[in-house]
């Protein structure tokens, strides 16, 4: 049965409203992934979608309908409203709303839990990398990264302690880098977030949500490059599940 959801989340940021609508318009590739808008009330979308409402540095609105390739779901909005806070800084409020037509409990689930790590992810560029442009990379686990476990076990071969909070500095290896310093951002039974002094690596337990374990990498790094990064971690992901 259709039925309409809402989910809102709000932070503030020392970022200015201008530079928070750099993030959310053509830097996306640096918290969330590559998205293009054309930079107009009624132009173009990611996904097929419309922008309804285009106001440069105060609020960013675009619309989807019968979301292509996503039979549960008919309509999709994304608003971002961001207002300077007094003192400096801004205040962001940002609501992810629409239709599910299936399943809407686990779907509603789903997208709250995701869009929690999202607007996190956003808070960390924000805080650490503003204005820093990244190269994007993903790569997802095979079918064993489907298994009930399957993110605590990508931790435990990150070498986290399972016990291990958001604020723990941590040294890991990373595929591709190698040893490194990083700080423990995120961490909940669904994502897991690390960030070094040059990029930041995401890890999404979509096995609680009947996919595979995910990873995403945000590297701000000169000269990264995201074919052989990403190759990189589906071979750590490969391993890590055999």
């Not at 932070?11 to 969330?32: C, K, N, R, Y």
């Not at 990873?215 to 490969?238: C, I, K, M």
Request: charged share 20%; aromatic share 12%; glycine share 12%.
């Amino acid at each position: 049965m259709s039925k309409e959801f809402e989910i809102v989340r709000e932070f503030e940021t020392d970022a200015s409203p201008e530079e928070v609508w750099q993030a959310v318009t053509t830097g996306t590739a640096a918290w969330l992934w590559p998205m293009e808008y054309e930079p107009r009330e009624g132009g173009a979308a990611p996904f097929g979608g419309t922008i309804t409402v285009w106001e440069p540095g105060k609020r960013l609105t675009a619309r989807v309908e019968d979301v292509d390739g996503i039979s549960q779901q008919t309509l999709n909005q994304l608003d971002h409203l961001i207002e300077p806070r007094e003192g400096g800084g801004s205040w962001v409020r940002y609501v992810h709303s629409g239709i599910f037509v299936d399943d809407w409990d686990n779907q509603y689930d789903g997208a709250a839990k995701h869009n929690t790590f999202y607007i996190h992810t956003l808070g960390q560029y924000l805080r650490h990398f503003t204005g820093r442009g990244a190269v994007f990379s993903a790569a997802d686990g095979p079918a064993a990264a489907g298994a009930p476990d399957a993110l605590e076990t990508a931790g435990r071969a990150l070498g986290l302690a399972d016990d291990a909070p958001a604020g723990t500095a941590v040294r890991v290896d990373l595929p591709g880098v190698g040893p490194v310093d990083a700080v423990v951002d995120y961490r909940d039974p669904y994502f897991i977030g690390l960030r070094t002094d040059t990029a930041m690596y995401r890890f999404f337990g979509r096995n609680h949500f009947g996919a595979t374990v995910g990873v995403s990498v945000h590297d701000f790094a000169p000269g990264a490059d995201a074919e052989r990064t990403g190759q990189a971690w589906r071979t750590w992901l490969d391993g890590v599940y055999a």
